[in-house]
């Protein structure tokens, strides 16, 4: 099976350079990583490999055999590291294409995930008429989760965590975009920012509560208009990939299933989560082939 997947990097991890690490024993060295890489290229593994390699690793594993990375046009720092002469051998397996990302005159950074999906697909012309899995590149998914959205029945889909499995501290949570689902299990609403009366309203009949790590199977020929003209959110000012799918499941009622999963979800989204991702891919990635 080729499976095709897009990983999205090419935002500017300003959250990430913004925070600040309360762990003393922290290696300086990786504090200069945060600082100054894109997240998915701090050197949080073994024998200082960088976190995208563990995602990779997964992602061959599930059994993608294309792959889009999309990249800023100020960094190049990923297509550099796996187009060397040390490491391009690493993922032989995987045939890896770039889609740079632009930043557009008078703003500061890219202008959002559904921009930079956009961009991937423009480049993935030939991906017309299939679906694809896209996905962050700062959240390291499960071999699980991937091979259950490459070999889904469904074109389009998501997976719907439950956000109690997920091992994050309480205020990261409740900032998590939750879903809701009909009796079929298709989405009808992925809401951010939801206040307390929305996240209990998604409560489903096991008190469960989904929420998303922006984790989607999508069909391009379905998805893509709805890139074309999405709105910048009033807000953040940036095209959102929420914004895109929703456009998308109201035009296409029950276009978009929802698999439950309890997982942990490795993220990387500030210097206060270097340590415990190091720790996790320690026990799980002892010696990553």
Avoid at 5 to 27: P, T
Wanted: glycine share 6%.
């Amino acid at each position: 099976m080729n499976g095709k997947l897009v990983i999205l990097a090419g935002g500017i991890s300003s959250r990430m350079k913004k925070s600040e690490s309360s762990d003393r024993e922290l290696d300086p060295q990786l504090i200069k990583d945060a600082d100054l890489k894109s997240k998915a290229m701090i050197r949080v593994g073994e024998n200082e490999r960088p976190f995208l390699d563990y995602l990779l690793f997964n992602v061959y594993e599930s059994g993608y055999r294309e792959v889009v990375i999309v990249i800023g046009e100020k960094d190049d720092s990923i297509k550099k590291y796996y187009e060397s002469k040390e490491n391009i051998k690493i993922f032989s397996g995987l045939e890896i294409s770039y889609a740079v990302q632009p930043i557009p005159e008078g703003r500061e950074k890219p202008l959002g995930t559904a921009d930079a999906l956009y961009h991937a697909l423009k480049l993935k012309s030939d991906w017309y008429g299939y679906s694809f899995t896209v996905c962050n590149s700062d959240n390291l998914y499960s071999q699980y989760v991937l091979k259950l959205l490459l070999e889904s029945k469904y074109i389009n889909a998501m997976i719907d965590y439950d956000r109690d499995g997920l091992n994050f501290e309480k205020e990261r949570i409740e900032k998590f975009s939750v879903t809701k689902k009909d009796n079929e299990g298709f989405i009808i609403d992925i809401i951010e920012k939801p206040t307390i009366e929305v996240v209990e309203s998604a409560m489903d009949k096991n008190g469960a509560i989904g929420v998303s790590m922006n984790i989607f199977k999508l069909n391009y020929e379905i998805i893509f208009p709805c890139l074309e003209t999405v709105p910048l959110h009033p807000v953040r000012k940036e095209k959102e990939l929420p914004t895109a799918i929703k456009m998308m499941i109201d035009k296409f009622p029950k276009s978009l299933f929802a698999y439950p999963v309890s997982e942990e979800v490795p993220d990387l989204t500030s210097k206060g989560d270097i340590s415990k991702v190091k720790m996790f891919l320690e026990k799980h990635f002892p010696n990553l082939s």
